[in-house]
C-alpha cells in the first residue's frame, strides 16, 4: 500500500486529499496553482559615441580661444595707436578734415568710417596727421583738438590718436572667453566621465 500523504484525489479533478496510509480521510485541498513564467525582457545594447557627445565642449574651447586672441590683438592695436612708442612723442593738432570711407558691419550693412585729419607743429614746422581707424559715429568734428602721436625722426608719419569708443569695451572680450572656456572645460570633463565606454560583461 501507498505511505501516508496527500495524492491527487480519485474523481476530484483540481483537488489533492490525504491517504493515511490504509484509506482516504477526508482532509482535502485544491492543486497549487502553477506560477506563471514571466518572459524575459530582452536587453538592447546601447552603442555610446563619446567622440559626438564630447564634440560640443570641445568647439566651445576653441571659440573661446578665438574670442580671446582677438579680444587681446584689439586691446593692443588700439594702445598702439592712441600711445607713444619708443622714439615717438605727442602732442595736440587741430582737427582740419573728416574722411569718410564705406565698410560693412558685422550684419552687412555697409556703414560710413570716419577717419579725420589733423594739422600740428613740430620741429617749427606744420604736418599732417591721419587716423589710421575709423570709428562712426565720428568721434571728433572739425576744429576740434585731438592728440597726435609721430616719430621725433619723421614728423610726417604721424597719427591721430582718437578716442577708442566702443573699442575701449574690447577688454570683456578675453574676460567673457575665460569664462566660457572653464564652463566648455567643465562640461568636457563631466562628459568624459558620463560617455565613457563601459566594457560589456564577461
Known sequence: MPQAGWYNAPSEQGFVRFWNGTAW????????????????????????????????PIVGMAA???????????IVFMGQQTTAAAGETSTHG???ALGWKAVKDGSGVTIDDCYPS????????????????????CPVNIGDTATVVYSIASPDDARIALPAGWLSYAWL?????????????IAFILRMRVFAPVAPPA
Not at 173 to 185: C, D, E
Open 94 to 96: 587741430t582737427v582740419t
Open 118 to 137: 589733423a594739422r600740428f607743429v613740430a620741429a617749427g614746422a606744420s604736418h599732417t596727421a591721419r587716423s589710421r581707424t575709423g570709428q562712426t559715429p
Open 173 to 185: 572680450l578675453p574676460v567673457a572667453a575665460g569664462f566660457g572656456l572653464i564652463a566648455s572645460l
Open 25 to 56: 480521510t477526508e482532509h482535502r485541498q485544491p492543486l497549487p496553482q502553477p506560477v506563471p513564467e514571466v518572459p524575459a525582457i530582452p536587453v538592447v545594447p546601447v552603442e555610446i559615441r563619446p567622440r559626438r557627445a564630447l564634440g560640443l
Open 64 to 74: 573661446c580661444l578665438i574670442l580671446a586672441i582677438l579680444g587681446i590683438g584689439v
